[in-house]
């Protein structure tokens, strides 16, 4: 990871995000619900930086990732890219030193589905012109389209001419992906939100790509914000080039260092969970015993966000939970593990003197204690 720039390209502080929820045919006379969809993140993305979050559907990673790049406005908080707030800039209020058209042309996004994100009626060339047609109008059409066929080159989609003149339908899955990566990095953005961008395409496919993005971001110097499901994936898209991984739970940043002591020394019973769960991570696990087979959580069933627990929100899920836990008014804020890695988990666990080292257990997990001792 490269630090050169004090200043962060994003930096997220605070941030929520909140929905209302009217779906319900309860909330016809009442008032929404509010869906706690990103609730307190702060985050700090450098220069050249990959960062992969991952959690279960429904964490808030996506929302997230869109709040980071300046397309979902958040409800409270600030988004800045290079220190500058992006939603200043976008209505013109406050100091702005940095233009928004500035800020959207360096904050890109490749969608999960590259195959809806492009227009069915335009040739490849077609779609990938738009944006140096209208945010470099100095170049002339011979120039986009070398620079164009250049890219398609190095993504490996050769004859490049052929695979200019195709349209959308005409290319296989891991193909579309490529086109979605050039159209995002055509600008040379500082910062690209892949959102799922892997999920659809199988093993193979999912390993070259994320190789192939490695590449670019050496070519163009920018930064990558992954976002992800699979615990494996985010090893591979970070160890390599010594970026983070951050867990996201019920809308919160749980944990977050770098890919290789999340992996090896994770803190936070959840992050724990996703390690045990993801086959590729199992073996030489010192966490999991040969003889329990049990997934290291008390139910798979995700709390409301509508209405979360207090205290620490996974305390309902968590194996290690005790009656501190939820009796605290507020969530664990994140806590630095090892200041040299920069590695931080939010669970009362890693606070000194905390009063759940003197906190009797939680009920539901003494209860669960007791059924799988009278099983054996």
């Known amino acids: 990871m490269s630090t050169e720039s004090k200043t962060p390209v994003v930096s997220l502080e605070n941030a929520e995000v909140y929905f209302e929820d009217s ?47 300046g397309i979902q406005r958040p409800t409270g908080g600030s988004v800045r890219y290079r220190g500058q707030d992006i939603w200043d800039a976008k209505d013109g209020t406050g100091q702005v030193d940095i233009p928004y058209k500035t800020i959207r042309r360096s904050l890109q996004i490749i969608h999960q589905d590259p195959g809806s994100s492009l227009n069915p009626n335009r040739k490849v060339i077609k779609s990938l012109s738009e944006p140096l047609k209208k945010w470099q109008t100095d170049l002339t059409r011979e120039d986009r389209r070398a620079r164009l066929l250049g890219m398609l080159e190095r993504v490996e989609m050769t004859p490049p001419e052929d695979y200019a003149e195709r349209y959308p339908h005409q290319l296989s899955g891991g193909e579309k992906q490529r086109v979605a990566l050039i159209r995002a990095l055509v600008m040379n953005p500082d910062l690209v939100l892949a959102d799922e961008a892997i999920s659809a395409l199988d093993v193979s496919l999912r390993i070259e790509m994320m190789n192939l993005m490695h590449e670019l971001q050496d070519m163009v110097n920018t930064s990558f914000l992954f976002i992800s499901h699979d615990l494996s994936n985010a090893r591979y898209v970070t160890e390599k080039v010594g970026g983070r991984i951050g867990i996201m739970y019920l809308g919160e940043l749980v944990e977050i260092g770098p890919a290789e002591q999340i992996i090896t020394d994770p803190r936070h019973p959840y992050t724990k969970a996703l390690r045990w769960a993801t086959p590729d991570l199992r073996p030489g696990d010192p966490d999991r015993r040969p003889d329990v087979e049990e997934l290291p959580i008390k139910t798979i069933d995700i709390p409301d966000p509508v209405n979360p627990p207090t205290g620490c929100r996974f305390h309902t899920r968590c194996p290690e939970a005790r009656e501190a836990c939820k009796q605290e008014q507020s969530p664990p804020e994140l806590i630095q593990i090892d200041h040299a890695s920069e590695h931080e988990a939010a669970c009362f666990r890693e606070y000194d003197n905390h009063q759940y080292w003197n906190s009797p257990d939680d009920e539901s997990n003494e209860n669960s204690r007791q059924r799988h001792t009278a099983d054996d």
Not at 29 to 37: G, L, M
Not at 38 to 65: P, Q
Request: glycine residues 10%; negative net charge.
């Open 23 to 69: 779906s319900s045919i309860f909330n016809l006379f009442s008032e929404p619900d509010t869906v706690h969809a990103v609730d307190g993140v702060s985050l700090d993305i450098h220069e050249n930086e990959v960062i992969a979050l991952v959690g279960e559907s429904g964490c808030g990673k996506t929302t997230l990732g869109k709040t980071a790049i």
